[in-house]
């Protein structure tokens, strides 16, 4: 049973980057995509983007120029950088097995970390 | 982008209603639709995909329908831990985008 767990600072100021980590449990980290989704407090849900096991990305065009997803199998881990933070960036931040096979696939978010809320304030 | 709207925002239901939450995309996505389920302080738990799939240990009540761009979630009889917020999603294509949620309230 796959289970993931994010972690990393629960504050983050201004201009600054925001870094998490998401640990994978459980199942293979291979043939499938790993996400990254966000949440400000009291509204809905925002996709940041995804990683494949091959290191293959795609990233949400709102949040693209400052944003890196990145994968470490051997660590059995995947990590979201956001750079140049504001408060508009403060939310709950989720990773999620992705579960999509390509192109054409259908697709959904099937398993998700507990999320981790992270605060952008000098 | 594909544009979700979902509707209504929020709706008041006793234990046992039939409710049906509605989400739109602003353009045809198939059958590319997913819904999810989330409690206060929780993270979202997928309920349907594929519009009308639903996953494994989600109870009957629950039923999804629609295809191109309109579809809907239905719960057949309302049971006390219905009570949350659901969210559609678009998997048709990148950047996959959520609704703004639909919020189900005990009346």
Not at chain 1, 104 to 113: A, K, M, R, T, V
Not at chain 2, 46 to 75: D, E, M, Q, W
Request: glycine residues 8%; contains cysteine; charged residues 15%.
């Amino acid at each position: 049973q796959v289970q993931l767990q994010e972690s990393g600072p629960g504050l983050v100021k201004p201009s600054e980057t925001l870094s998490l980590t998401c640990s994978v449990s459980g199942g293979s980290m291979t043939s499938t995509y790993w996400s990254w989704i966000r949440q400000p407090p009291g509204k809905g849900l925002e996709w940041i983007g995804y990683i494949h096991f091959t290191g293959s990305t795609d990233y949400n065009p709102s949040l693209k120029s400052r944003v890196t997803i990145s994968l470490d199998t051997s660590k059995r881990q995947f990590s979201l950088i956001l750079n140049s933070v504001t408060a508009a960036d403060t939310a709950l931040y989720y990773c999620a097995r992705d579960h999509y096979y390509g192109p054409g696939s259908y697709n959904w978010f099937d398993i998700w970390g507990q999320g981790t809320l992270v605060t952008v304030s000098s | 982008d594909i544009q979700m709207t979902q509707s209504p925002s929020s709706l008041s239901a006793s234990v046992g209603d039939s409710v049906t939450i509605t989400c739109r995309t602003s353009q045809n996505i198939d059958n590319f639709l997913n819904w999810y389920q989330q409690k206060p302080g929780k993270a979202p738990n997928l309920l349907i995909t594929a519009t009308f799939s639903l996953k494994s240990g989600v109870p009957s009540r629950f039923s999804g329908s629609g295809s191109g761009t309109n579809f809907t979630l239905t719960i057949s009889s309302l049971q006390v831990e219905d009570f949350a917020t659901y969210y559609c999603q678009q998997s048709f294509s990148t950047p996959r985008t959520f609704g703004q949620g639909t919020t189900v309230e005990i009346k």
